[in-house]
Structures are given as C-alpha cells and as structure tokens.
Nanobody
C-alpha cells in the first residue's frame, strides 16, 4: 500500500516535494519509481531508485531539476521537484517493483497519485 502526498499548484520556476509512504517494509531488492500522466497523454517514467544501493535514474526531461531520494526507516521515497515548468503538470504516482526498469508494466504496486499543476 503506497500513499503519495505533496502535490499542488505552483508557479513556473517553483518547487514541490512529493512523498510516497509504504505501509509495509521495502526490501533492499526493491525498486521505487515515480511516473506521471500528463493530461491527454500516456503515463511516463520520471525517476527510479534502487532501495538497497540507492542508485538512481531520471528521464531526460527532468534530469538536473528533479531528485529522487529515500528515508529507509520511514519506508518513504521522495521526489524533490525544482524549476518546475508548465509541461510538468501531471498526476504523479509512485510504484514499487522488483526490477530496475523504466517500464510501468514491470511495477507491482501503485499509489493513488497526486496532482501537480504548474501555472505559467
């Protein structure tokens, strides 16, 4: 069970920090990821993190602006989003899986999503 929080409305250039809390322990073999679904578009990969080693990957569109991180004892993953742009507007969802992949089909459990709206 994953629960996201931290979404909202922000002006372009602003920042938001999303949180995703897991109700159960996340294992070192797991991978946590953030995806987003812009209005009228398909869901797309944003960032992922290997829980055990903390290795990260980012979509080119967010590289240098977004940072994925974790708090192990809290079983929580974060997405710090800086220099937000109107094209970042989307429903952001976190997911947990067993493979290091950008494919949403490979993730096993998903949160309900949180809306991020960036105004110009």
């Amino acid at each position: 069970h994953l629960v996201e929080s931290g979404g909202g409305l922000v002006q372009a250039g602003g920042s938001l920090k999303l949180s995703c809390a897991a109700s159960e322990r996340i294992y070192s073999s797991n991978f946590m990821a953030w995806f987003r679904k812009p209005p009228g578009k398909e869901r797309e990969f944003v960032a992922r993190l290997g829980w055990g080693f903390g290795n990260t990957r980012y979509a080119d569109s967010v590289k240098g602006r977004f940072t994925i991180s974790k708090d192990g004892p809290k079983n929580t993953v974060y997405l710090q989003m800086n220099d937000l742009k109107p094209e970042d507007t989307a429903v952001y969802s976190c997911a947990i899986g067993r493979y290091s992949t950008n494919s949403d089909r490979q993730y096993d459990y998903w949160g309900q999503g949180t809306q991020v709206t960036v105004s110009s």
